[in-house]
């Protein structure tokens, strides 16, 4: 009976063995599917704080970016305007000086004095670029003119020059100082 006893035994332990590996692994199994779910849960969560995240930055990168156009705008409204007042001013000022130098010039047969002509052809010149043009378009053009006709614009640089100089000089220059 010891022999039939010590089998039943073993049989009895091989059962509960393998009832024991099955309910382990039933537990690892549950374990696993409740780890992949609470791992799912946790990702969608993640995903979700990420998205919620982003929208929140892609918010704030808008109103600044929105801001800053506004800012632009408003900068380059205050620009326009000064550069509006500037090319009245310039062109004022270019159409006076044409004159004087026309006036200098005085029908002179010299030298000088076609130089004189041709620096106040070329102020009138700028002059009504100024008034109808963008201040890129008088950029490309001045540059442009100053390419194709270097002694022009050398001579009317020293012509003005004289012309600022007498004119610096001039005793009619302090008539409001003094009287």
């Known amino acids: 009976m010891n022999a039939e006893n010590l089998k039943d035994s073993a049989s009895n332990a091989h059962k509960a063995v393998d009832d024991a590996v099955k ?34 930055v892609k918010d704030k990168a808008a109103e ?26 310039l062109s004022d000022g270019g159409d006076r000086l044409a004159s004087a130098l026309r006036d200098a010039a005085d029908g002179t047969r010299t030298a000088s004095g076609r130089v004189v002509e041709a620096v106040a052809g070329t102020v009138t010149d700028v002059t009504e670029q100024l008034r109808s043009g963008s201040i890129n378009d008088l950029v ?10 270097p002694g ?16 610096m000089q001039s005793p009619n220059r302090n008539r409001g100082g003094r009287s």
């Open 23 to 56: 309910q382990v692994a039933e537990k690892v199994t549950q374990a696993s599917k409740s780890a992949r779910e609470n791992a799912s849960e946790v990702f969608d969560d993640a995903k979700d704080l990420g998205q919620s995240a982003a929208r929140k």
């Open 64 to 89: 600044a970016a929105a801001a800053a156009e506004d800012r632009l705008d408003d900068l380059s409204e205050a620009a326009q305007s000064r550069f509006s007042s500037a090319r009245a001013k």
């Open 140 to 149: 490309a053009s001045s540059k442009a003119y100053a390419r194709r006709n």
């Open 152 to 167: 022009t614009v050398v001579a009317g640089a020293a012509v003005l020059g004289f012309v600022v100089a007498r004119f």
